[in-house]
């Protein structure tokens, strides 16, 4: 089983930045995608951002040009950029992550325990 560990989530004002991370660790052969989601209070858990293995990208279009999504493959760890921020940016972030375990087995249902991030005057 892998643990997905965040970090870097808090309170900032609109127009705001914060840097969110993501480090995986346990029985892990390799990753494929990785990515963060959020969820705010009483909506559904919504896709942010994605990135491959080879660091192909793809955003939600509410958070084009304002977060970038990057990761370093030695690391087992993805990062979330956040810019911009505003106050419908207001949620738990989760990270998620595909992996391929020691042994074979492959499952893409990894979840972080999710991170805070409160944008706010």
């Known amino acids: 089983q892998v643990q997905l560990v965040e970090s870097g989530g808090g309170l900032v004002q609109p127009g705001g930045s914060l840097r969110l991370s993501c480090a995986a660790s346990g029985r892990i052969f390799s990753i494929y995608d990785m990515g963060w989601y959020r969820q705010a209070p009483g909506k559904q858990r919504e896709l942010v951002a994605t990135i491959t293995s080879g660091g192909t990208t793809d955003y939600a279009d509410s958070v084009k040009g304002r977060f970038t999504i990057s990761r370093d493959n030695a690391k087992n760890t993805v990062y979330l950029q956040m810019d911009s921020l505003k106050p419908e940016d207001t949620a738990v972030y989760y990270c998620?992550?595909?992996?391929?375990?020691?042994?074979?087995?492959?499952?893409?249902?990894?979840w972080g325990q999710g991170t805070q991030v409160t944008v706010s005057s």
């Open positions: 998620n992550a595909d992996v391929r375990y020691m042994g074979g087995y492959r499952s893409r249902d990894n």
